[in-house]
């Protein structure tokens, strides 16, 4: 098959099990939206006004790490239960054109909160157009990184039982615990370089730049602190991610 | 040519009771444009063969090419010719069965238009008409069932790989399939169907082989397979005889609340006149496929358990 029947095929199955599945169980959005919007809420009411961009920055954030959550589960759900990536693997697709498609899927699921908190961003915060574009392309990192690390997951799994805990606990590592919604200020000056555990500090971190947030320096890895450095550190876990998940991914059963 | 040719193929699982010989040097060699049955019970290593064969299991040794490509080391070659239907797959809650078919012949890079075609064909040859726009959660396990198979008999693929595909359809539903698969054959595709109904092993395959413990027991056709157990008649009594005075004719199995002997036709008139003596009916007929392959593998796990009772 061709590269250009492959993007064809890629877009199909964004279209059949992102569109499609969106447009026949909308239920899925009042899921993906609750837990953002819950923590934006709790901030508005709690947290000083100054902070508000924070939670909107981590609601953004928030809505692409959970493409990895939704991609662990779809995959390993549809390799386990219906044995359909077994059906579309055996066939002229590229298990690569599968992954995008499946990846691009759930970025369709997660549209709608995105477009609803980069308005509330614009409403809170002035935002020039270079940083919205810059915000844009961490949204892609972000659920370029978050997809791969839900794919890789999913092909461990022996059975669905065993996504649910795990699935749990890797992405509130990812999206609650590091400063995500909250600025990384809050954490001793000692201690913010175990924040860059979690790949997400670093998206979060340069968000916070993009928008003119006040960004905290990492005393101890001066590198974290500058753009540059963060954009290299999400850009090359990003790699890594992607580069792991193909390699090790278990496209056939040892 | 052969489509598909195993050499030596094993597959040993490390479980918790220690090492499991799922497949033990499997030869196996299936013809291009057959229509190649593989009967086994639960757990003989069917399932196993079809996955290493499709590219999705790496064997333990062995080899196994399918149109004289090395499925380990070229499995995208070989992804390019086949499709499968899984055991117990089952299709996208959210999809009809013709978004089903259409999909998947797009996504495997059929153009619109013949997409479009084949699935109003293929929906058509497998009474899914009906139900052609509702979504596979509101139909029923057999219906599902068919449009998972649609969807891969669509494909018109070189090699199709079909695990157990009428399973919890009805009679109707499976002649509807088994015309899909034949019309699949005439226009050039090579197919291994599994199943465990031996009623269609026996009206669809050209070739069968049994499977039990990784081993194949057998293969030819299945006439010849109903030779093989030595037994061309089958005479079932309502009652009056016991196991122990049926035994010296023949195997024995209790069947519909009588006794049914399978035995060698030189027999049958001093069986038959014994039933009438004692005024107990009796029916005569051919062994089916069914009883030689409980015979088969009976005699097979019975000369497994004498060794492993010697040892």
Redesign the interface.
Known sequence: ?SWR?QV??VL??C???GF??LA??PLVLVALFLTPVSFLFFIYVLAPRSELPFGVVGGILFSCLFTGTGMMNDCAYLRL????Q?????????PISWVLGMALSQLVFTVPALVLFLTVLLLVTPVSALSFLALLGLIVLAWLLSASLGFLLSTFFRTLREIWPIGMIVFTSLSVIPPVFYPLAAVPADFRWVAFLAPSTFASQLAAHAVGLPVASVPSVPFLSSPAGLVVGLVGLTVLFIGVAMRFARW??? | MDALRARSLSKVYDGRRGRVAALDHVDLDIRTGQLFGFLGRNGAGKTTFI?IA?????PTSGSVELFGVDVRTR??EV??R???????????Y??TPR?HVE??L????ASSETARDTTDRIVRAMGLTPYAST?AMFLSGGLQQRT?VA??LA?G?EFL?LDEPTLGMDPFARRQVWDVIRHAVRAGSTVLITTHYLDEAEQLTDELAVIEGGHVLYKGSAEALKSKVRREVRLHFDGGFSTQELTPFGEVYAERGGLTVMTTRSRVEELTRAALERRIAVTVGPVTLEEAFLTLVGRSIEEDEAEGGAT
Do not use: C, D
């Not at chain 2, 086949?82 to 996208?92: C, H, M």
């Not at chain 2, 797009?106 to 890079?109: E, P």
């Open positions: 098959m029947t064809r095929a199909r199955i279209w059949f099990n499609l599945g026949r169980s239960e219906r044995q359909l077994q059906v579309f693997i055996s066939s002229p697709l590229r056939r059963e040892p | 996955k499709s590219g999705l299991l790496i499995v995208r992804r390019e086949i499709a499968i239907v899984p055991q117990e797959g089952k299709p996208f959210h999809l978004e999909e998947y797009l996504v495997r890079g979504p998972l969807m891969v494909s693929a790989f």
